[in-house]
C-alpha cells in the first residue's frame, strides 16, 4: 500500500464515501452514502492504560483515547489549528484577554449540563500544582479565570502567549463537572465528561469499553453503538486476531506489522505521516557530548536515510529537526546545516575536540522499545567508522523516566510526540530552567531567547521565522538529532468506515467511524 | 509455613524497591513539567517519603488483617485484582497439568512398555525438544499456525468458564496446550524411569509368572508405585507453571495474574507486586503440601509426623 499523503488520502476518502472530516463545529461531513448507525467496534493495541484520570493520567495509551470521552473549549484540526468545541466561539479582547462564550445544551455522561464554572474548575485542577498534572507546564500563562456568566468565561494571561489557544486543546485538559474530582481518586477508573462516548467499564491494562453518549452535543455523531478496546501485548496476535476477524481495527506500536497485514487480502491499512519522532539526545553536560564539537561530529557521522531503512524499515520520514508533518513550522532537511552524513569533517572534529585520540560515550536505549534498539545498531557501527566507540546501555523505563525527570540521564534514544506547537515540542525540553526544564542540559542562552519570543510574539509568520531560526540552532549545535519520524500504521476490516488519522496519533479519526455489514 | 510466608513479605517488599523509578515516574511519563513541589506532593500521595521500616510496618500491619492495599494506579484492593485474575491462572494451571499428565503418563508408559524400540527413541527425542521451546516462542507459532492456515485462534476476549464453558476452553486450549508441553515432556521421562524401575521388581516378575496379563501388570502393579514419583515432579512443576503463566498469558492475552504481576512490575505498582507475589507463593507452599499428603495416600509406607 503507497504511503498515503494528506492530498491522496482525501481524495481516496471522497471515492469511498468519506468526507472531509475536520473541524466538528461549522464542518458537515459529507457521505456518498450515508454511514451506517450501530455495531460495537473491537480496536486492538498492545496495551491500555493503568488509570484513565483525564488530568493525571500522562501515558499515551489514555491520551490516544481520551478525545473520545473527554474534550476542552478547543480541539486541535488536522491542519494543526484550534477549534470550537466546548467553546463555541471566543474573542481576543487584548493580547492577554480572551472571552469564550461556552456551547450552551451540552450535557456531561451523567445528565449535568456544562457551564462555564465546570470550565473554570477544570483548567484550575490542571493548573493547580497540587493536583500533579503533567500538564500545568502548559497553562503557566494563565493568571486568573473569570466566570462572567453561566456561560461566558474570561482567561487573563500574565503576558502575551501564542500557544495559549492550542495548550488548551492539549493532551493534559479535559473538561469536567465542578466538584467531580476534590481528592484526585474519583476518575482514575470512571470518566465524567462530554464526549461523544462515555465508559461503560473499564479494566485497567486489559479492556476499556465505551458507548455512545445517546446525548452527544453534535447532532447525528457518533454513529457507533459502542467501542471496545482490548490490550494484546503481542502484536503478533493482533494479527492473527485482524485475520480471523474477531478484531475491527488495530493501532500497532511496532510499524513492522504493517509488512504482515498488508498481505492479508481483506484489510485496508493506512500508513500516515506522524508527529513523532525517533532522536538521539545527547547530554551537554556529560564528557564526551558536552564539546560542541562532539555533538556535530556525531551528527554528521549519522546517515539519518540509513537509519530510517535500516531500523524504521523505510516507514517514515527523515528528519531534519520537527517532523514534516507540522506543516508550515518544520523546515525541510535541505535548508538545514549538517543534514548530509559527513564521516572526514566528523573524524577532524573529534581530532579537534579529543586531542587524546579515540574518544567513547555510553548511549542508553529502553526495554520494550524496539525501533530505538534497532536505530542504535546502526547508530554505533557509523559512529565506529568515525572512531567513537558506543558502550549500549538498556534499561527499564521506570529507570529511564526517572533518571530522565531527575536531568542526569546521559545520551539516550527517545521517541516521543504529540505536540503541534513549536512551543510544545521545544520550550519545556530545551528552556533553561525555572522556565523550563533542560531536560538535555544544553544550557543554550540563544536557544532560551528564541523559545522566550516565539513563546510571546502572536503574529504566525513572525512566530515561523522565529522556530526557523531555532531549528538551524539545533542542526548547528545538535544536543538532540530527530532521526526520523515513523508513520502512523493502522489496519482495518474493509467494513469499517469513515477513520482519518490524526498527525498526533491520537483518535480524533474514531469519532466519525461506522461499520458496515 | 507463616515464618517462610514473612522472610518471603521482606524479601518481595526490599527487592521490588531496588528496582530504579517509582510509579510517580510512571504517572508522569516523561516531558512533564516537573517541579519539586510536584514531585513532593505525589510521594507524599503514595507513601514513598516514609522510611522504609515504616512503609513495611504500614504494609505488614494492613497484611496480617488480610488487607492486601490498594493498586496505586487504579485504586482497586489488591484482593479484588487476584480475585478476578488469579481464577485464570489457576484454571490454565490446573488445564496445563492436565495435559501434561493426559499426554505424560501415556507416553511414558508406552515408552517403558517397549524398551530402546523405535517408539522409545520418538518419545526421547520429543520430549526433550519439548523441554528445549521456549514458552512464548511455542505459544507465538500455535497462534500462527492456527491463524493462517486454520483461520481460527482463541478469542482475544475473556470468556469466564462459568458463563460460557465451551467458549472458554476454546480459549484455554492453545494456551494449556502451549505451557502443558514442556511440563508433559517432563512427566513422561519421569514416568518411563519409574516405570522401567519399576517392571524390573520381583513383584511383577511374580505377577507375570502368574499369568496376570500385560495390561494389568502395566496399569495395576507396575504404575501404581511409579507414580510416587511422578506426584513428586508435579508439584515441583507448579513452581515452572507459575514462571510460564506470564509468559503464556502474555501471549495469548489471558487476564491472570501473571499479567497483573507483569503490568504492576513495569508500572512500579509496589503494593499489587507485593500482594501477588505474597498471595502466589502461600499458593505454590499449598501445592507442595498437597503433593506430600497425596505422596502418603499413594504410598502407605509413607507416613509423616
Known amino acids: 500500500m503507497q504511503r498515503v499523503t494528506r492530498r491522496e488520502f482525501l481524495k481516496v476518502a471522497a471515492a469511498t464515501g468519506l468526507g472531509a472530516a475536520g473541524a466538528q463545529a461549522g464542518e458537515r461531513l459529507a457521505w456518498a452514502a450515508p454511514p451506517r448507525r450501530g455495531g460495537t467496534l473491537v480496536f486492538a493495541t498492545s496495551a491500555l492504560p493503568a488509570s484513565i484520570e483525564p488530568h493525571l493520567e500522562g501515558a499515551d495509551i489514555w491520551q490516544k483515547r481520551k478525545p473520545l470521552v473527554y474534550e476542552n473549549l478547543v480541539w486541535i484540526d488536522y491542519a494543526l489549528q484550534p477549534q470550537p468545541q466546548l467553546a463555541e466561539a471566543w474573542e481576543r479582547k487584548s493580547d492577554t484577554v480572551y472571552v469564550f462564550k461556552v456551547r450552551e445544551g451540552v450535557k456531561f455522561h451523567n445528565g449535568k449540563t456544562l457551564d462555564a464554572e465546570d470550565v473554570k474548575y477544570s483548567y484550575e485542577r490542571v493548573m493547580d500544582p497540587k493536583t500533579g498534572s503533567g500538564g500545568r507546564g502548559d497553562l503557566v500563562m494563565i493568571k486568573r479565570i473569570d466566570v462572567l456568566d453561566r456561560y461566558t468565561l474570561r482567561f487573563v494571561l500574565s503576558g502575551p502567549s501564542a500557544p495559549f489557544l492550542i495548550n488548551l486543546g492539549g493532551k493534559y485538559n479535559g473538561v469536567i463537572p465542578k466538584g467531580s474530582a476534590p481528592t484526585g481518586r474519583e476518575l482514575l477508573q470512571r470518566a465524567v465528561g462530554t464526549g461523544p462516548f462515555s465508559v461503560e467499564s473499564f479494566q485497567p491494562n486489559q479492556r476499556l469499553v465505551l458507548k455512545r453518549h445517546d446525548q452527544y452535543w453534535q447532532p447525528g455523531v457518533p454513529y457507533l453503538d459502542g467501542i471496545t478496546f482490548i490490550a494484546v501485548p503481542d502484536e503478533s496476535s493482533i494479527v492473527a486476531g485482524l485475520r480471523t476477524n474477531q478484531i475491527h481495527m488495530a493501532d500497532f506500536a511496532n510499524t513492522l506489522y504493517y509488512f504482515q497485514v498488508r498481505s492479508v487480502g481483506h484489510l485496508d491499512v493506512i500508513r500516515a505521516p506522524s508527529i513523532r519522532w525517533v532522536v538521539l539526545d545527547l547530554a551537554g553536560d556529560m564528557a564526551p557530548t558536552s564539546h560542541p564539537d562532539v555533538r556535530r561530529a556525531i551528527e554528521l557521522a549519522l546517515d539519518r536515510q540509513v537509519i530510517l531503512q535500516t531500523a524504521g524499515s523505510g516507514l517514515g520520514e527523515r528528519l531534519g529537526v520537527l517532523p514534516p508533518a507540522m506543516k508550515g513550522w518544520a523546515l525541510a532537511p535541505s535548508r538545514l546545516p549538517n543534514q548530509a552524513p559527513n564521516p572526514d569533517e566528523a573524524r577532524a572534529l573529534l581530532r579537534r575536540a579529543l586531542p587524546g585520540g579515540a574518544g567513547s560515550l555510553t548511549i542508553r536505549t529502553i526495554v520494550g522499545f524496539p525501533e530505538l534498539g534497532a536505530s542504535l545498531q546502526v547508530i554505533v557501527d557509523q559512529l565506529r567508522a568515525v572512531g567513537l566507540g558506543v558502550r549500549v546501555e538498556t534499561v527499564d523505563i521506570g529507570v529511564w523516566i526517572k533518571d530522565f525527570l531527575a536531568r542526569r540521564s546521559p545520551p539516550t534514544m527517545n521517541v516521543w510526540g504529540g505536540f503541534v506547537d513549536p512551543d510544545q515540542a521545544f520550550y519545556r525540553h530545551y528552556h533553561t530552567p525555572p522556565d523550563g526544564m533542560d531536560f538535555r542540559r544544553w544550557n543554550n542562552r540563544e536557544a532560551d531567547r528564541l523559545l522566550d519570543e516565539g513563546r510571546v510574539t502572536l503574529d504566525r509568520a513572525s512566530r515561523q521565522k522565529i522556530y526557523a531560526q531555532f531549528q538551524v540552532l539545533m542542526a548547528q549545535d545538535p544536543i538532540s538529532i530527530p532521526l526520523y519520524a515513523p508513520d502512523l500504521v493502522y489496519a482495518l476490516q474493509k467494513t469499517v468506515k469513515g477513520f482519518r488519522p490524526h498527525p498526533t496519533g491520537f483518535y480524533y479519526g474514531v469519532r466519525y467511524v461506522s461499520l458496515t455489514g | ?305
Open chain 2, 1 to 305: 509455613m507463616l515464618v517462610t510466608l514473612l522472610g518471603i513479605a521482606v524479601l518481595v517488599f526490599l527487592l521490588v524497591r531496588l528496582i530504579p523509578g517509582t510509579v510517580v515516574e510512571e504517572l508522569l511519563g516523561q516531558g512533564a513539567l516537573v517541579t519539586p513541589e510536584t514531585l513532593r506532593s505525589l510521594r507524599e500521595f503514595f507513601g514513598l517519603d516514609q522510611p522504609l521500616a515504616v512503609q513495611f510496618a504500614h504494609w505488614i500491619a494492613r497484611v496480617a488483617r488480610g488487607d492486601l492495599g490498594e493498586s496505586w494506579r487504579s485504586t482497586r484492593p489488591v484482593l479484588a485484582l487476584l480475585a478476578s485474575s488469579l481464577p485464570v491462572s489457576a484454571e490454565l494451571a490446573v488445564l496445563a497439568i492436565a495435559v501434561a499428565l493426559a499426554v505424560g503418563i501415556p507416553v511414558g508408559v508406552l515408552s517403558a512398555a517397549r524398551p530402546r524400540s523405535a517408539l522409545d527413541g520418538v518419545v526421547r527425542v520429543g520430549s526433550t525438544l519439548a523441554l528445549s521451546v521456549p514458552a512464548f516462542w511455542q505459544g507465538t507459532i500455535f497462534i500462527l499456525l492456527f491463524s493462517l492456515y486454520l483461520h481460527w485462534m482463541p478469542p482475544l476476549q475473556w470468556v469466564p468458564l462459568g458463563r460460557h464453558p465451551l467458549a472458554n476452553l476454546a480459549l484455554m486450549a492453545l494456551p494449556a496446550l502451549t505451557l502443558g508441553t514442556a511440563s508433559g515432556a517432563m512427566v513422561a521421562r519421569m514416568t518411563r524411569s519409574s516405570m522401567l524401575e519399576a517392571l524390573g521388581q520381583d513383584y511383577v516378575r511374580t505377577a507375570r509368572a502368574k499369568g496376570v496379563g500385560a495390561l494389568r501388570v502395566l496399569g495395576r502393579h507396575a504404575l501404581r508405585n511409579a507414580l510416587i514419583p511422578v506426584v513428586t515432579v508435579v508439584g515441583v512443576q507448579m513452581g515452572y507453571l507459575l514462571g510460564g503463566i506470564v509468559v503464556v498469558e502474555d501471549v495469548f492475552s489471558l487476564p491472570g495474574a501473571g499479567r497483573l504481576l507483569l503490568d504492576a512490575l513495569f508500572q512500579r505498582d509496589y503494593p499489587v507486586v507485593q500482594g501477588t507475589i505474597l498471595v502466589l507463593a502461600a499458593l505454590f507452599m499449598l501445592v507442595n503440601l498437597g503433593a506430600d499428603v497425596l505422596y502418603a495416600v499413594l504410598d502407605p509406607r509413607i507416613r509423616y509426623g
